[in-house]
Structure formats: C-alpha cells, structure tokens
C-alpha cells in the first residue's frame, strides 16, 4: 500500500516562499509520477505540478514561473518550492504518488495560507 506523507504548509505574506515537502512508501520499486494538487474552497481540486522519474515536469499555467518541482529518487521525495506566492495560491496541498502499478496515493493534505 503506497503511503504518502506531506510536510511544509503554513502561514506566509504574499510575495513569501513554501517549500512543501512529500516522502512515499509501500512501493519496492521506485515511483512514477508524483506530484502536487491542491483545493481550494468552494473549488476544485486541480493540479499544480508533477514530475515523472525520469525527471520531466508540468504545471498549471498559474504556477509556471513561480513554483518548481523536484525528487530525489533515492528518497522516494518530491518538493515544492513555492516563490512568490499569492493569496489566490491558498489552499489544501495534497502530494500524490504512482507506484509501479500506477497504484495512486494520497497523503492527508497540507494547508498553504498566503496573507494579503
């Protein structure tokens, strides 16, 4: 059973950093795709970045420029580095990882509050 735990979220003034940090287990094998969404209230949960294992990246068009996404494979860990943020960047970031199964997991979600 893949797990997954996040760890970073809090509290920062617009124009602040995060970094959000995400470690998975239960896999033998080495991850896949692993990643970042996050929810908003009263919204969607949408997708901020992933990253394959082979290192190849994607963003939402409201991140480019702003966040960057990264593993280190030995570790089973993804980071988010988060520059520049916005409040409209608040939210539930929840991290996601595909084991050799394409198995997905979800940790439990870390809140991300970016103050006006």
């Known amino acids: 059973q893949v797990r997954v735990v996040e760890s970073g979220g809090g509290l920062v003034q617009a124009g602040g950093s995060l970094r959000l940090s995400c470690a998975a287990s239960?896999?033998?094998?080495?991850?896949?795709?692993m990643g970042w969404y996050r929810q908003a209230p009263g919204k969607q949960r949408e997708l901020v970045a992933g990253i394959t294992s082979s290192g190849s990246t994607n963003y939402a068009d409201s991140v480019k420029g702003r966040f960057t996404i990264s593993r280190d494979n030995a570790k089973n860990t993804v980071y988010l580095q988060m520059n520049s943020l916005k409040p409209e960047d608040t939210a539930v970031y929840y991290c996601y990882a595909d084991d050799n199964l394409l198995f997905r997991g979800w940790g439990q979600g870390t809140q991300v509050t970016v103050s006006s």
């Open positions: 239960g896999s033998i094998f080495s991850f896949n795709a």
